[in-house]
Nanobody
Framework: QVQLVESGGGLVQAGGSLRLSCAASGSIFTVNAMGWYRQAPGKQRELVARITRGGTTNYADSVQGRFTISRDNAKNTVILQMNRLKPEDTAVYYC?????????WGQGTQVTVSS
């Protein structure tokens, strides 16, 4: 079993920054892709950013140029640095990782951006 522990959410004013962290632990042999998704009230969960084990990244168009995803393979940790935050970034953010043939989700962390 794999456990994901997220941290770093909170309340910030528009234009501010937050840093989300997710650490994977448990029965881990190799963590493949790691990523962040978000879900706003009344909306579907959507991809924010994803990074492969080799470091290839992809971002949602809405966050390109403002958010940066990175990872530490030795620590099985993925970081999402969010800059120039906007009210529309308000959502619950979920960590997601691929381990072997399975996919795991974190419990979610709230990000609220006030205008």
């Amino acid at each position: 079993q794999v456990q994901l522990v997220e941290s770093g959410g909170g309340l910030v004013q528009a234009g501010g920054s937050l840093r989300l962290s997710c650490a994977a632990s448990g029965s881990i042999f190799t963590v493949n892709a790691m990523g962040w998704y978000r879900q706003a009230p009344g909306k579907q969960r959507e991809l924010v950013a994803r990074i492969t084990r080799g470091g290839t990244t992809n971002y949602a168009d809405s966050v390109q140029g403002r958010f940066t995803i990175s990872r530490d393979n030795a620590k099985n940790t993925v970081i999402l640095q969010m800059n120039r935050l906007k009210p529309e970034d308000t959502a619950v953010y979920y960590c997601n990782v691929d381990v072997l043939l399975s996919n795991y989700w974190g419990q979610g962390t709230q990000v609220t951006v006030s205008s």
